[in-house]
């Protein structure tokens, strides 16, 4: 499709990337960045609604606003929720201001987060990932605790399983540019483990982690500075995205087997998310006692 009768690299590795880099060149403008963020967001509502994903309340207040100048500096795009003490407030999906980069960074930013990955993002950081679990998490939960004591490595698994569920339901149409990009996502979560430990229980250089992430993970050099910044004011975090996925992947598949014919995603997603930000292992257990 993009290279026509042009000879296939003789390895995997180079025509993936070959094809990545293809797709890469296909993005917003820095000025227009934002507004097509906030139209995924409008789509991924009605899609959601239209699978019956969720019970979703699209009356609670969210807002995708660009990213406040004290949250700048450690990732393109992030979720801010209500404070735990606040009975009501708003969700934002906060999208950094592009046009403020230097137009090297500006570019290599926009090819990480091309047409297709840029789906991906609004999925992971909005709906149904971040921003979605943390309406849940202020409607659902009660008690001062939870919402006080979240569980990092359940909000950062909830997000990674929601792009694949995602895709799962036919969101991109099963693109096949949709399917490689979600795969290079994939490897970013697994990176994301190698290099935490790489940096602070091995003490790599930050060379060898910059290679990782670039040559080996298909990342620019944008997302590769990013990434080796955030491993840098951050322990253990970055294993959260992975650990978490795994955990709730395998959850899912043990509900399913206990509903039997009773199950239905809905009802997978309306329950898990019902316990609040708690960890995993304890929402586990109570999805999957003998009463339930």
């Known amino acids: ?53 969720f019970d979703f309340d699209t009356a609670y207040p969210m807002k995708v606003r660009i990213m406040p100048a004290y949250l700048r500096g450690v990732s393109v795009a992030n979720a801010e929720f209500s404070p735990p003490y606040q009975a009501k407030g708003e969700t934002y999906y906060n999208i950094d201001d592009l046009t403020k980069y230097p137009k090297e960074k500006a570019e290599s930013t926009l090819q990480e987060y091309n047409n297709y990955s840029s789906q991906l993002l609004s999925i992971h950081e909005a709906v149904p990932g971040h921003c979605l679990q943390g309406i849940y998490n202020n409607k659902n939960s009660p008690d001062v605790v939870r919402k006080v004591f979240m569980n990092g490595t359940m909000i950062e698994g909830w997000a990674v399983y929601t792009e ?14 949709m399917e490689i990009i979600h795969g290079k996502w994939k490897l970013r979560e697994l990176a994301n483990v190698i290099v935490d430990y790489d940096l602070h229980v ?11 992430l670039v040559k080996g993970c298909f990342q ?10 955030r491993a840098t004011v951050s322990q253990v975090q970055l294993c959260s ?13 043990e509900y399913k087997q206990k509903k039997a014919d009773k199950y239905s995603i809905k009802d997978f997603h309306e329950k898990f998310l019902s316990f609040g930000s708690s960890p995993i292992k304890y929402i586990r257990e109570l999805m999957l006692a003998e009463n339930q």
């Open 241 to 253: 995205y992975y650990s978490g996925y795994l955990a709730i992947e395998s959850l899912r598949e």
């Open 164 to 177: 694949g569920m995602m895709l799962e339901n036919g969101w991109g149409n099963h693109s096949l540019e």
């Open 1 to 53: 499709k993009y290279y026509g009768n042009q000879k296939k690299p003789a390895d995997t590795v180079s025509t993936i990337r070959f094809v990545i880099e293809k797709i890469d060149q296909q993005h917003a403008a820095p000025e227009h960045f934002f507004d097509s963020l906030v139209t995924h967001v409008e789509r991924l509502k009605d899609f959601i609604l239209e699978k019956d994903l």
């Open 220 to 229: 620019t050099q944008a997302q590769a500075e990013e990434k080796y910044h």
């Open 202 to 212: 091995l003490n790599k250089s930050r060379e060898s982690i910059m290679d990782l």
